[in-house]
């Protein structure tokens, strides 16, 4: 607990591995693609997207560790504000460098974002690129970072099943997948309550 509120407090993000256990993993990634196939965008070019449900992403949603890393960010009335998986195909998923929220970050974070992969991601194959510490800058990200290496970014490889969870005022990007399969994955974003918004 401690490594994770470090890594979160100084460089914006933290990897939470084996998340998901191989069942859970399973009936995550079926409901992905369910949702894939019902937005007639399950990939066949460029990158899929789809909003999934059921009872599966409704416990991911609420997995401890999961929330114990979102609440540390966001304190414990986090609400989830939507579930959707984001599949780019080889040669696609590049993006620009940014945070998620418009403008400069306020006094406190507003959001967390969490990147559930669901089949292994390495470095060349669309991993989120993250870079350390942005979360703090109040500055926006620069806009000429599309498939440009940005000095101290990282790449963050994951396992099936593992979730990388940043806040939202960091900067990070998708890129392009290098890999030989879709990068199937589900993007999970927290919000503080209306309430606590700055």
């Not at 401890?64 to 998923?93: D, F, K, Q, S, T």
């Not at 507003?110 to 979360?135: C, K, N, S, W, Y």
């Not at 589900?186 to 503080?192: E, F, N, S, V």
């Amino acid at each position: 607990m401690t490594s994770m509120i470090t890594a979160l407090d100084r460089d914006g993000f933290v990897v939470l591995d084996a998340l998901l256990d191989a069942g859970e993993l399973a009936a995550v990634h079926a409901a992905a693609i369910t949702a894939l196939r019902a937005a007639a965008d399950d990939g066949p070019t460029g990158t899929g997207h789809g909003m999934p449900t059921g009872p599966a992403i409704d416990a991911l949603v609420a997995a401890p560790r999961l929330r114990a890393a979102v609440e540390h960010v966001l304190g414990a009335g986090a609400e989830c504000a939507g579930v959707a998986v984001r599949a780019p195909n080889p040669g696609y998923g590049g993006q620009a460098l940014h945070a998620d929220l418009a403008g400069l970050p306020s006094e406190q974070p507003q959001a967390v974002v969490a990147i559930v992969a669901l089949v292994d991601v390495t470095e060349r194959g669309g991993a989120t690129r993250v870079v350390p510490g942005t979360h703090t800058w109040r500055k926006r990200a620069p806009a000429n970072t599309h498939d440009r290496v940005h000095p101290g970014e990282r790449r963050i490889a994951l396992t099936a099943g593992s979730a990388l969870v940043f806040n939202a005022h960091l900067w990070h990007s998708g890129t392009r997948n290098e890999g030989a399969y879709r990068r199937d994955a589900l993007q999970i974003t927290y919000r503080r309550p209306a309430a606590d918004v700055t």
